[in-house]
């Protein structure tokens, strides 16, 4: 017998990431064999009955798609003001798949999606510190000399941010290099440093880039595939 933390294995089903399962706890919306359960609380999965909100949990396939997130498209898989969500592009995929972290709704690029909770855990926490990449258009040009100011570490509101790696493409468009994930932190960065953002785009999750997706295109990968190119950075 193999108990685990109901968290993890609602996270391991894919239904959404461990740290919405934990909210999902903590509001009495979990049963174990038809009782609602606290956080801590452990299962096993595949012999115990977990619900969520009612409905039983499902075991899947694991599967793993890279997408090319289009501009003003919400990063998720519902919006009650009826915005378009990423989940719009997910037509034809039986399993209920998520995206792993966020992009903001104007801002456009690479995200993984899967319904497998522990890698998506694994690729979001910083402990990992999985490198990001991201293309920023400024407002305002940028000489060469402004370059030194994108180095080691920012102070931001809520603490410094590491830029690991910068580069000026041209005059207004710089390539930076942070693994951390913070809300609209690379935006935040720019504002810090003295620079606007008029258009951002990830390009790059470790070694994992774009290719030749379009916006709104999804492309599905092996899950050694995509552990080799975003833990390999």
Known sequence: MVLE?????????????RRKAETLIEGNRVTVN????????????????IKVDGVKLKFE???YFVFYKPSNVLTSLYDPFKK?????????????VFPVGRLDYDAEGLLVVTNDGDFANKLMHPRYEV???????????????????????????????????ARLIRKNLIEITIHEGRHKIVKRIFKELGF?????????????????LKPGQLKE????????LINSA
């Open 196 to 212: 606007y953002v008029k258009r951002l785009k990830r390009t790059r999750i470790g070694k994992l880039g774009l290719g030749p």
């Open 84 to 96: 378009n969500c990423v989940s719009d592009y997910f037509t034809g995929i039986n399993e209920r």
């Open 61 to 63: 396939k694991k599967r």
């Open 221 to 228: 990968l092996s899950k050694e595939t995509l552990d080799e």
């Open 34 to 49: 038809d009782k609602i359960i606290k956080l801590g609380d452990k299962a096993e999965a595949g012999k115990d009955i």
């Open 131 to 165: 490198m990001k990449t991201y293309e920023a258009e400024l407002i305002d040009g940028v000489r060469s000399s402004d370059m030194n100011k994108f180095k080691g570490k920012i102070k931001l509101k809520d603490g410094f941010v590491k830029i690991e790696a």
């Open 5 to 17: 933390r109901v968290q993890k294995i609602i996270c391991g089903a894919g239904v959404c990431s």
